[in-house]
T-cell receptor, first 109, second 117 residues
Framework: SQQGEEDPQALSIQEGENATMNCSYK?????LQWYRQNSGRGLVHLILIRSNEREKHSGRLRVTLDTSKKSSSLLITASRAADTASYFC?????????FGKGTMLLVSP | DTEVTQTPKHLVMGMTNKKSLKCEQH?????MYWYKQKAKKPPELMFV???????INESVPSRFSPECPNSSLLNLHLHALQPEDSALYLC????????????????FGSGTRLTVV
């Protein structure tokens, strides 16, 4: 069953702009992860933030987690055309990873 | 080796056929997973293997039969599928499904795009 809800469902920006995607979830989690998927192929793990962390950075990615609001955000700075993909948040509970509905990001040159 | 390899990449099968999807990883991960993804939808968990034993079956129809011959291999046997089973089937692995506080995320394969005719 799906736990996360991403917002927005689709996002269209120009190269160089920042992209922000939000994720809300319903139950307690051990960690929250973000994945990217290009053209319906495999998912690529981007970043993991644990339930006791509030913010994490990796290159052009910044993830925040607010466990009191059960929400997370993914910020991609200085976007590139190659960032065009679907982005999913996923919550990891006991033994399973459950995905949200995803955000489709289109970065135009 | 930091990859999960899935074969075949594409598969077309009739409703009376028997086929198998294969997944292999050599990262020493002890948990392996099968996910199903329909177009424009998120992946949905089907099965979890932990230390080569089936630990979770998400009420998947018996026409899907998973098998874990060893810690590096995961198969999904398909029999008498329906057209609505057409989807992208993703295999993933992680270090240990029971120690989520030590999780570093899942590694996914590129998937098998299955079409049932």
């Amino acid at each position: 069953s799906q736990q996360g809800e991403e917002d927005p469902q689709a996002l269209s920006i120009q190269e160089g702009e920042n992209a922000t995607m939000n994720c809300s979830y319903k139950t307690s989690i051990n960690n929250l992860q973000w994945y990217r998927q290009n053209s319906g192929r495999g998912l690529v793990h981007l970043i993991l933030i644990r339930s006791n962390e509030r913010e994490k950075h990796s290159g052009r990615l910044r993830v925040t987690l607010d466990t009191s609001k059960k929400s997370s955000s993914l910020l991609i700075t200085a976007s590139r055309a190659a960032d065009t993909a679907s982005y999913f948040c996923a919550t990891e509970g006991y033994s399973t990873l459950t995905f949200g509905k995803g955000t489709m990001l289109l970065v135009s040159p | 080796d930091t990859e999960v390899t899935q074969t075949p990449k594409h598969l077309v099968m009739g409703m009376t056929n028997k086929k198998s999807l294969k997944c292999e990883q050599h990262m020493g991960h002890r948990a392996m997973y099968w996910y199903k993804q329909k177009a424009k939808k998120p992946p949905e968990l089907m099965f979890v293997y932990s230390y080569e034993k089936l630990s979770i079956n998400e009420s998947v129809p018996s026409r899907f039969s998973p098998e874990c011959p060893n810690s590096s291999l995961l198969n999904l046997h398909l029999h008498a599928l329906q057209p609505e089973d057409s989807a992208l089937y993703l295999c993933a692995s992680s270090q240990d499904s029971w120690l989520t506080e030590k999780s570093y995320g899942y590694t996914f394969g590129s998937g098998t795009r299955l079409t049932v005719v």
